[in-house]
């Protein structure tokens, strides 16, 4: 799974780190970073996808970069 931040729409919620801290985390202006995209389950990164309150996180497949999430 690709996993892309708009910076952009992140605020520093951090919910996404209750969700996966083993894949993201926040960096010095508390805007969301990738730290190992492999860290956590699809389905643990998904949901901290769909928790971030902004929707700044948006994950493709990788293999067709058919969009996952989100679905607007």
Known sequence: MEITIDRA????Y???VQA???VFKPDAKM??????PNGET???IVLAARICPTKAIILEDEGTG???????
């Open 9 to 12: 729409k992140c605020h520093g």
């Open 42 to 44: 699809d389905e643990k």
């Open 14 to 16: 951090a919910k996404y």
């Open 66 to 72: 058919i969009k996952i999430f989100p679905n607007d």
């Open 31 to 36: 805007t969301a970073e990738v730290i190992d």
């Open 20 to 22: 996966a801290p083993k």
